[in-house]
């Protein structure tokens, strides 16, 4: 069952599995967050936003509304 990265606690390693909408796909696919890419949960902020991650070897930090259009599977 897929979750939201949003959804997601710190720690735990995911694999990125779709986008909710295409205009965050272009966004996140330069950066390196692409079907298929595994994600850690670093860290996330005292009210939930942002939140950080780490994926193909550098920390992103993400807006909670973008993390919520990312669906993953944990591993």
């Known amino acids: 069952m897929y979750k939201r990265l949003s959804e997601i606690k710190i720690g735990k390693k995911v694999i990125i599995k779709s986008f909710e909408n295409d205009d965050i796909f272009l966004k996140l696919m330069e950066m390196g967050c692409i079907p298929g890419e595994t994600v850690v949960v670093d860290k996330i902020a005292p009210l939930k936003d942002p939140i950080s991650i780490n994926v193909a070897g ?18």
Do not use: G, M, P
């Not at 550098?58 to 599977?73: G, K, N, P, T």
């Open 58 to 75: 550098y920390c992103l930090s993400l807006r909670l509304d973008e993390a919520q259009h990312i669906f993953v599977e944990e591993i």
